[in-house]
């Protein structure tokens, strides 16, 4: 069974980063999407940035030139780097592995952004 841990997460002040690492194990690692996810309180969890197993990025409009999703294939991590952090990037981060019609999901790490 693929695990996933995401440690990393924690509090930042706005304006400033923080990169979240998400660690897999049991998997064939090279050949999987990741992506990030988020939920924020009372909200439902959506797509933050996504990297294929080719490297292709993409990112949801609001974390645009902000987040940066990569991947280690030879360490089977994958990151998000988080610069330029707003109150509303507070939520769970979650990373998932995706490869056809299957996906396993990290426990998710809290991610708050406040002064």
């Known amino acids: 069974q693929v695990q996933l841990v995401e440690p990393g997460g924690g509090l930042v002040q706005p304006g400033g980063p923080l990169r979240l690492s998400c660690a897999a194990s049991?998997?064939?690692?090279?050949?999987?999407?990741m992506d990030w996810y988020r939920q924020a309180p009372g909200k439902q969890r959506e797509l933050v940035a996504t990297i294929s197993s080719g490297g292709s990025t993409n990112y949801a409009d609001s974390v645009k030139g902000r987040l940066t999703i990569s991947r280690d294939n030879a360490k089977k991590m994958v990151y998000l780097q988080m610069n330029s952090l707003k109150p509303e990037d507070t939520g769970v981060y979650y990373c998932r592995a995706a490869w056809g019609d299957y996906n396993s999901w990290g426990q998710g790490t809290q991610v708050t952004v406040s002064s």
């Open positions: 049991r998997i064939i690692f090279s050949i999987y999407a």
